[in-house]
């Protein structure tokens, strides 16, 4: 196994991805654990995309069309057509089969005629996933934990609050950057939350080194897998561990491998998918105005309902285009036309659908990807662009270990001005990006020499703000002095001092009001940074 530092498995672990889920293995618990996949499953008939391609009547309208099934089997040859079948799979994740994996397969199967709902729905949901799993280099399967999940359902909400297809519980949401507000929840937006599932998969990848301990870890948290390790005396195998996980984490990955299972081999259990009534070909506009779906729906002739459901983050039916752009997905076909008649849709009972308009201040320009979410940091009230004169642009490539945090103190310069000089939307950085930076004239040969100098080296190079200096950032020493150790002064902040033992967590529980997300997103700091930290580094901790 190979396990990163212990401060990105406390601080991941202490922030779980997912609420944990009511699987458990023993007829005691079990029951509650398949009867929330059912609640799952059944939430899918009462879709709009569902409920308007069957006919009006009793709950017999939601009964799907069976093919006539292979003759019944006794339950030794049903199992050895379930191993050869799953051996069969040409997948990375070993397909294991016992029991328990048994009792899934059937439940999807067999006990829940729902789905064949699931499996209609896939073709929206699948194809969207495989995209973005495939970017990461993860392996495609993992699509099938979201079925598991939610049902593919992007409105699933647990018990324990977790949301969306990726059930993200709030604090993990926010610490992968997704955004949750009165307006907007990108839990539930599909793409979003998929390349945040995916950058937890691949960090928890990175510390296991094993798809069924991240699987496992994606349940209940990366402490619950490593707690479990231990007390099994070192062991690393998923089957080996399974007695010491928590008790509704040890049917998670039977349930995942019966829910692949059923996906694939559907056919030879006689189910018929019900496809969905709703357009799978879609595309996104930027919407920079604040709208109401009812104004796209009502100019445009295309249902409210449809809107509803591929535009599922918005809470309230309203896109609030005018803080920032935001997207607005629709039939593909539609797209061209939304462009056309915006201007009319923008003024269609504008009072009426949103009423009293709000005074908003509009952000800098600047370029935007696709899945953008950041503000440089700020609110778009707070942010000024950064003036550029009598200063001289110099060119950084990122190395290895560096941060926003970093390059912004190795050259004086704010963190958002950094971004906002590169068209940064997170807090991600590339080895071999180059980065823009503009510094005043008369220092620039000092600036310049920054890019050839290694981490301690830059580091020992610039001294961070000191009392001595009355609070203003000094132009740094040459190169191999030693780096000061007094507590920079800003009265914006307050400064920790990271002592032994800690954590953004840790911290954050000795600061009311703040919480490991704010730490991180105020700092400029990725997952991987974070492994870096260092006793006696000073960070920010914003005042409440």
Known sequence: MRLKSSLIVALVALSSLTAQAQYAPDASTSYTAMEQQSEFLDSLVHSWYFKRNVAVGTDKKYEPTFRSAAPAMSDSAM?????????????????????????????????????????????????????????????????????????????????????????FIYSTGKMYDLEISSMVDERRDPIKATHAACQFLKDMYGVYGDWALVIAAYNCGPGNVNKAISRSGGKTDYWEIYPYLPRETRDYVPAYIGALYTMTFYEEHGLVPVKPDMNIF???????????????????????????????????????????????????????????????????????????????????????????????????????????????????????????????????????????????????????????????????????????????????????????????????????????????????????????????????????GVSDADIKRINGFTNADLTRLQTGQYIKIKKK
């Not at 495989?130 to 392996?139: H, T």
């Not at 662009?385 to 190795?410: C, E, H, L, M, N």
């Not at 620039?444 to 009392?467: G, I, M, P, S």
């Open 282 to 512: 879609t595309d996104t506009v930027m919407v920079k105005e604040k709208v109401h779906l009812m104004q796209v729906a009502e100019v445009m002739g295309i249902p409210f309902e449809e809107l509803v459901e591929l535009n599922p983050q918005y809470r309230k039916y309203i896109i609030p285009g005018n803080s920032r752009p935001y997207p607005l997905r629709l039939p593909v076909k539609q797209t061209a036309r939304f462009v056309a008649m915006q201007q009319n849709i923008y003024n269609y009972q504008d009072s009426t659908l949103l009423g009293k308009k709000e005074m908003v201040v509009t952000p800098p320009e600047f370029k935007r990807s696709k899945y953008d979410t950041y503000s440089y940091g700020t609110t778009t009230s707070e942010y000024t662009a950064p003036s550029t004169t009598g200063k001289k642009k110099v060119t950084y490539t990122v190395k290895q270990g560096d941060t926003y945090g970093y390059i912004a103190s190795w050259f004086h310069v704010k963190v958002s001005d950094v971004k906002y000089w590169n068209n940064a939307v997170s807090n991600k950085l590339s080895l071999g990006q180059s980065l823009e930076i503009w510094v005043p004239i008369k220092k620039y040969d000092h600036y310049a020499k920054l890019d050839a100098l290694n981490f301690e080296q830059k580091q020992a190079a610039t001294e961070l703000v000191t009392a001595s200096t009355g609070g203003k950032k000094t132009t740094g020493s040459a190169p191999g002095s030693k780096v000061s150790s007094n507590k920079p002064v800003d009265n914006s902040y307050v400064w920790h001092k990271i002592q032994s033992g800690d954590n953004l967590w840790t911290i954050a529980q000795r600061y009311p």
């Open 79 to 167: 199992d050895l057509v379930y191993i050869k079948r799953l051996e069969s799979l040409p997948t990375i994740f070993p397909m294991t089969y016992n029991a328990n994996v048994k009792t899934w397969i059937e439940l999807y199967t067999k006990r829940n005629r729902r789905t064949p709902y699931l499996i209609g729905l896939s073709d929206y949901y699948f194809p969207i996933m495989e995209e973005i799993l495939d970017s990461y280099g993860l392996p495609l399967e993992l699509k099938y934990l979201s079925v598991i999940e939610s049902a593919l359902n992007p409105r699933a909400t647990s018990r324990a609050g977790a949301v969306g297809l990726w059930q």
